[in-house]
T-cell receptor, first 114, second 120 residues
Framework: QKEVEQDPGPLSVPEGAIVSLNCTYS??????FMWYRQYSRKGPELLMY????GNKEDGRFTAQVDKSSKYISLFIRDSQPSDSATYLC??????????????FGSGTRLSIRP | ETGVTQTPRHLVMGMTNKKSLKCEQH?????MYWYKQSAKKPLELMFV???????ENNSVPSRFSPECPNSSHLFLHLHTLQPEDSALYLC???????????????????FGPGTRLTVL
């Protein structure tokens, strides 16, 4: 079983729709949960991060973490064509001193149709 | 230059060639990473350097040889690669902490644009 599972898509929705992206994981030690966005021919960039369970909202983006179900989600409201990208979920356990070791999902390719 | 830069952006090499990928970060970070990104597969962590010391080698074949001469530069030396090594190679950096538990922000890794490698 992979540590992190993510539906690769592709997912295509019309402009203005609400988008839901999800990941499941198996390692209960994960405490930090992140979503990275990767545009074509670019490296991933951190979009949102949350610690432990709960919701976090930033503009049109909401990240949810349900540790009891080992399930995380990213919601995009009022989706725009500029949101078209690959979205990677990522997570890591708490660590002392050392550089972070992040486990990534395979990414979901999202396309917003004008 | 700002952020994390990688050169070359594209590389085509034969299986007997020797080449090197270069990464430079201008963020004052002290941790650097090499990742391999293949189509429809998760980013695979290859190597981690923390304060110029290698702290992680994720069972990477010896045909990949990293080098970190200082905390701003990271190289990946390539020799006798296989066609299945064709992928996007991403470099990242982050600010690791030594005095307390790493928090969420310390998990933020900044990525370069990657080198698209094709092995013929």
């Amino acid at each position: 079983q992979k540590e992190v599972e993510q539906d690769p898509g592709p997912l295509s929705v019309p402009e203005g729709a609400i988008v839901s992206l999800n990941c499941t994981y198996s390692n209960s030690a994960f405490q930090y949960f992140m979503w990275y966005r990767q545009y074509s021919r670019k490296g991933p960039e951190l979009l949102m991060y949350t610690y432990s369970s709960g919701n976090k909202e930033d503009g049109r983006f909401t990240a949810q973490v349900d540790k009891s179900s080992k399930y995380i989600s990213l919601f995009i409201r009022d989706s725009q064509p500029s949101d078209s990208a690959t979205y990677l979920c990522a997570m890591s356990a708490r660590s002392y001193s050392s550089a972070s070791k992040i486990i990534f999902g395979s990414g979901t390719r999202l396309s917003i149709r004008p | 230059e700002t952020g994390v830069t990688q050169t070359p952006r594209h590389l085509v090499m034969g299986m007997t060639n020797k080449k090197s990928l270069k990464c430079e970060q201008h963020l004052g970070h002290n941790a650097m990473y090499w990742y391999k990104q293949s189509a429809k597969k998760p980013l695979e962590l290859m190597f981690v350097y923390n304060f110029k010391e290698q702290t992680e080698n994720n069972s990477v074949p010896s045909r990949f040889s990293p080098e970190c001469p200082n905390s701003s530069h990271l190289f990946l030396h390539l020799h006798t690669l296989q066609p299945e090594d064709s992928a996007l190679y991403l470099c990242a950096s982050s600010q690791s902490r030594v005095t307390r538990l790493a928090g969420a922000k310390e998990n933020e890794q900044f990525f370069g644009p990657g080198t698209r490698l094709t092995v013929l």
